[in-house]
């Protein structure tokens, strides 16, 4: 009923402002067929001025006063042609917008909202919200739905399939042999088998029991969520929960704990574990695309205008960093961060700084073919900017690019 009144308020405050702005029309030709009166009666009296003081003589100002007269009585009809037309004609137009403005918005209402839809508060909604989460399709339900759209192994060796179908009888007889549950697990995932995958993952941490390290659980969780088609669900929570409160910092943790709270309808839950992980991380981190692509929408949702951080490229303190890593780690980590200011340069552009960083990584990556090329875009890029192009070619110099 609240609703009907404010509405109804809202629709009579639109077409009295309009019937206003209608009426001051009016107003206004009124005003000017007056005026068109006036200024003839006041040519009359100038007409019998001058004919008084001999600047008219009487035939000049009998023909004078015969013009403006028939002026006049033109003026004074066509003012009261639209005092006796005008006023229908204004009430039939007011008439009009209060029905246009009534019939228009309840239809709009009755078609594209919610008739009969009560109030819901905040807390009601948050209720629901849970309700919703606690409901959302389980393990086993999410992998059924998505099975059909998960990619395929492509072409298996026959030589794999038979060695699967013995490592299969082998865990069979052995279920908690660790390596083997580790190895069925990869390549279950490999074939395609993803829920499959999904169930060894699991066994694999029930064989581990106390054993079990947070590596171990971030990866059953990635698996339950993949083979779930991207669903976080209610069994794959119990992990993340898990997870966290082993390590609450846990970044693997945090981006699945966002993941599922902008599924249930809480992106400004997801929102701050998001920003953190995009804003902390680096290019090689696995969740980084999907932070990127969705962390607009999620911060949206929550009412946050966000603009993500731009992609950069290593830093000399970064590269010095991995120095200590595993030289393939090392590797997917720089070439990352490398791919990723690329792209960015090749979309928007960057300072010349920028390029000069892009040019040094490749370098340092042993890449010479490629830092030439970005050398040459660079001078298209910057065309005759020599003080930019010196500071690129300084940089390409300095890690052994001679031109």
């Known amino acids: 009923m609240v609703f009907w009144l404010l509405a109804i308020l809202v629709i009579a405050g639109v077409a009295g402002v309009m019937v206003l702005a209608l009426m001051r029309t009016r107003r206004g030709e009124l005003d000017g067929a007056a005026s068109d009166v006036q200024v003839y009666r006041d040519q009359l009296n100038e007409v019998a001025r001058d004919e008084a003081r001999g600047v008219l003589a009487e035939t000049e100002a009998d023909a004078a006063r015969l013009e403006v007269s028939r002026r006049l009585l033109d003026a004074d009809r066509r003012a009261r042609e639209r005092d006796d037309h005008a006023p229908g004609n204004r009430r039939l137009a007011a008439g009009i917008i209060v029905a246009t403005l009534l019939a228009g918005g309840i239809g709009i209402y009755l078609t594209q909202g919610a008739p009969g839809t009560p109030d819901l508060p905040m807390e009601s909604r948050l209720a629901a919200l849970e309700v919703a ?11 059924t739905a998505a099975a059909p759209s998960l990619p395929g192994p492509g072409t298996v060796p026959e030589d794999l399939l038979e060695l699967m179908e013995r490592l299969r009888a082998a865990v069979m007889e052995r279920p908690s042999d660790i390596q083997g549950l580790t190895l069925l697990a990869r390549y279950e995932a490999r074939l395609g088998n993803f829920a499959a995958a999904r169930r060894a993952q699991e066994e694999l941490l029930a064989a581990k029991g106390d054993g079990v390290t947070t590596d171990d ?11 779930a088609g991207g669903h976080v669900s209610p069994e794959a929570e119990e992990y993340v929960r898990r997870l966290l409160a082993g390590d609450p910092g846990n970044r693997a943790g945090r981006y699945f704990l966002g993941l599922l709270q902008a599924q249930v309808g809480r992106p400004d839950l997801a929102f701050p574990l998001w920003r953190d992980l995009l804003e902390t991380g680096t290019a090689d981190e696995p969740w980084m695309p999907v932070l990127r692509a969705g962390i607009a929408g999620v911060a949206a949702g929550a009412g946050v205008t966000y603009e993500p951080p731009a992609v950069r490229g290593p830093t000399a303190a970064e590269i010095a960093a991995a120095e200590d890593m595993e030289a393939e780690d090392r590797d997917a980590m720089i070439r990352g961060m490398v791919e990723g200011l690329a792209a960015r340069l090749a979309q928007e552009g960057g300072r010349p700084e920028e390029w000069a960083q892009l040019v040094h990584s490749l370098m340092v990556l042993g890449d010479e073919q490629r830092a030439r090329r970005i050398l040459a875009e660079a001078r298209e890029v910057f065309g005759d900017d020599e003080a930019a192009m010196a500071i690129i070619r300084d940089a390409g110099a300095r890690s052994g690019l001679a031109e």
Do not use: G, H, T
């Open 133 to 143: 989460a606690r409901d959302r399709p389980s393990q086993k339900e999410a992998e």
């Open 217 to 227: 659980l971030a990866n059953v969780i990635e698996m339950m969520v993949f083979s």
